[in-house]
Structure formats: C-alpha cells, structure tokens
T-cell receptor, first 112, second 113 residues
Framework: SQQGEEDPQALSIQEGENATMNCSYK?????LQWYRQNSGRGLVHLIL?????REKHSGRLRVTLDTSKKSSSLLITASRAADTASYFC????????????FGTGTRLTVIP | KAGVTQTPRYLIKTRGQQVTLSCSPI?????VSWYQQTPGQGLQFLFE???????NKGNFPGRFSGRQFSNSRSEMNVSTLELGDSALYLC????????????FGPGTRLTVT
C-alpha cells in the first residue's frame, strides 16, 4: 500500500506553541499535499509541495519535504484553538491520475 | 463560487440494500474523485471521473460503482450493502485531471445496520 503514516498520532499543545507533524510515505512522488479535517467533516487543502521543492511556506504553515528519506513535516507556528483538527498528508501515484494516498493523520488539539 | 456539495449528508441503510450518493463539484471543475473514510482503514481512494469517464479506480469490490454526468455532477452507488460499508464518503473536485489540489465536500455519513 502507498498509504503514508503520520507521526505522532495525536498531539496536544497550548495555544501559542508550535506544532510539528511528520509524514512518511513509501513510493516516489510528484507532489505531496497536506489537508486539514475538522471533526467528521470534509478536508481542506492547506499546501502542496512538489518533489523538486524542499520547503514551502503559507502563512503560519511551513512544510518541508525530504524525498531521499520519503518524509515531510508540517509546522504550524503560534497555534490557535481553531487549529484543532486532524491533519493528513497525501501523496500522488505518479500516474497523472487524481487519486491521492492519504496518511493515517495526526489529531492536533490546541488548548486555549 | 459555491463549494462542493454532497447529498444526502446522512443516510441509514440496512444490509443488502443499495445506496446512491450524489456530488456536485465546484463550477468549472471537471474531475471528481470519491474517497471512503473509516476509523480502521483511514481515507481510501474509490474512483475518479473526468469528462464522464472513469479514469482511475481504487481497490474496492465491484459493488462500488459510479458515474459522471455531462455537467460534471457525479454519483456513486453501493449495492448489497455490508456492515463494513459504514463510513464517511467524501467527494472531491479539481479543475483538471492530474495532481492538483482537491476541494472536498462535507461528506455523506452512511450507516449500515
């Protein structure tokens, strides 16, 4: 299976702290994406990083990608209670098709 | 622009029945993908449609099928429901085929009893 894994499975931090989530995957990729999911609802796209990029920023989000280690990390700085959600990494299948392989997710709780 | 809409939002069915779920993509988006989300298996790709054609299929039995209409709206059908089909079914649309960011709907929560 190409499904990735996130680490940790759950993370609890105080508001204002930084949160780091890691993702490992198994096969070569074109792109890696991060999504957020609020409890039992649809996913929201956060950021896409291409395989030839090493780091990308978007607001309070910073994503890194290490293709040699087949891993990525998502850093949320100055966390807010509204950041409480599950975060998933998703990789493509390098086939040009639109199917994504999602990781197992990290459940982030930000305590006000 | 309106987001991706899915109907119904919640559904309760009994084993052996069939169900049809509907997804309306963002206006102008031509690719629609379906995913199943369960606590045990996580998010798994079901299939993708582009220009009314199934372009890719995940590893699901033939009881799971879908179609796409000329206006890009899509439906998925599950026949002979099993307890294990209880899940959140998510639809996602993107502008074109190929890996792009996908826009997800709120999902249909299916419970099979």
């Amino acid at each position: 299976s190409q499904q990735g894994e996130e680490d940790p499975q759950a993370l609890s931090i105080q508001e204002g702290e930084n949160a780091t989530m890691n993702c490992s995957y198994k096969t070569s990729i074109n792109n890696l994406q991060w999504y957020r999911q609020n409890s039992g609802r649809g996913l929201v796209h956060l950021i896409l990083i291409r395989s030839n990029e090493r780091e990308k920023h978007s607001g309070r989000l910073r994503v890194t990608l290490d293709t040699s280690k087949k891993s990525s990390s998502l850093l949320i700085t100055a966390s807010r209670a509204a950041d409480t959600a599950s975060y998933f990494c998703a990789t493509d299948a390098r086939t040009g098709a639109n199917n994504l392989f999602f990781g197992t997710g990290t459940r982030l709780t930000v305590i006000p | 622009k309106a987001g991706v809409t899915q109907t119904p939002r919640y559904l309760i069915k009994t084993r052996g029945q069939q169900v049809t779920l509907s997804c309306s993509p963002i206006s102008g988006h031509r690719s629609v993908s379906w995913y199943q989300q369960t606590p045990g298996q996580g998010l798994q790709f079901l299939f993708e449609y582009f220009s009314e054609t199934q372009r890719n299929k995940g590893n699901f039995p033939g009881r799971f099928s879908g179609r796409q209409f000329s206006n890009s709206r899509s439906e998925m059908n599950v026949s002979t429901l099993e307890l294990g089909d209880s899940a959140l079914y998510l639809c996602a649309s993107s502008l074109v085929q190929g890996i792009n960011e996908q826009y997800f709907g709120p999902g249909t929560r299916l419970t099979v009893t």
